[in-house]
């Protein structure tokens, strides 16, 4: 089966501009959609009803939650509400998936805005299985889990694929690969790129992420920074590179998404995010005729 390439779909018109015409080409195979990204806000922009829907009758509509924060305890509040609107999100029109991150956001009343690294252990685990339980229940298809760009120490990175191999066969879910955020760790710490991935069920592998980010202080780099993932610049070739590597290696997998955040493109980076598409996309069907 051939690879999608497809889109993590924004809500501003900054994205809609930028990538309009790779729509209009008809080159985006799928859409990711990070359905959580509205709640609590106004209605969506008129755009994005018909697209979803589109998709989603083609059975290339993908669900990506970024709030639910899998790796908290949280008894009902949170994640009850959270499931209650899942459910009516999926009512509305079939996913093909729902997957979310591994880490955590909030603990008790503090909430850091963004999923933060757990120290792996048998305490994290109950509560990654018991929460990813309750998300597949509503879901009603196959959920999984993206990886985390962020570690505190040098050897987290390695514990992290042993975790997810074992909460991701609890429920048979599937594992999102974001490269860049395995290329943040790779960077941040020196870490072999090759012994770092086979530490990860990439038989679970049914999704790719690839997206750009940042250097920590901005004006570092690789020698003397720490690399972000910001979702606000172009993907590196290091990132594609990864990608060509790690495809042949995951054989279940069914889509490669490029992720931008649309509120960071001019004009001139939205001719490189559709450059940075089609060089996914190059890349992609390299493999798959390699």
């Known amino acids: 089966m051939a690879v999608h390439v497809g ?11 930028a990538v309009l015409p790779l729509l209009e080409q008809g080159v985006v195979d799928a859409l990711e959609w990070s359905f959580d990204q509205g709640w609590g806000t106004d209605e ?3 755009w994005i009803p018909p697209l979803l829907d589109h998709y989603a009758g083609a059975g290339r509509l993908w669900g990506h939650g970024v709030t639910f924060s899998a790796g908290s305890v949280d008894g009902e509040s949170r994640h009850s509400a959270w499931l209650d609107r899942l459910a009516r999100e999926v009512a509305l029109r079939p996913l093909r998936g ?13 909430d850091a805005g963004a999923p933060l690294p757990l120290v ?4 994290a685990r109950t509560v990654l299985r018991r929460n990813l339980a309750r998300l597949a229940a509503v879901a009603g298809v196959p959920v999984g889990l993206e990886n985390l ?13 042993p975790l997810l191999a074992e909460v991701l066969a609890h429920v048979d879910g599937y594992l999102v690969l974001d490269l860049h955020n395995l290329w943040c760790q790779i960077a941040n710490f020196g870490l072999d790129a090759d012994a770092l991935l086979a530490t990860y069920p990439l038989e679970r592998v049914r999704c790719m992420h690839v997206a750009g980010g940042s250097w920590w202080p901005p004006t570092s780099d690789a020698a003397t920074g720490f690399r972000r993932d910001t979702h606000d610049h172009a993907v590196p070739a290091e990132v594609l590179s990864l990608l060509s590597r790690a ?3 995951c054989p279940a997998t069914e889509l490669v998404v490029l992720e931008r955040l649309g509120n960071t493109l001019s004009e001139l980076e939205a001719e490189g995010l559709r450059r940075d598409f089609f060089a996914v996309r190059e890349r992609v069907e390299a ?4």
């Open 247 to 249: 495809l042949p290696r």
């Open 120 to 123: 792996d252990g048998e305490g």
């Open 287 to 290: 493999a798959d005729h390699g």
């Open 98 to 110: 729902v997957s979310e991150h591994v880490g955590f956001m909030v603990a008790g009343a503090l």
């Open 149 to 161: 760009a962020l570690a505190l120490d040098a050897d987290e990175p390695w514990q992290q694929g």
């Open 44 to 46: 969506l922009p008129q």
């Open 7 to 17: 889109l993590s779909l924004m809500r501003d018109d900054a994205y809609r501009a």
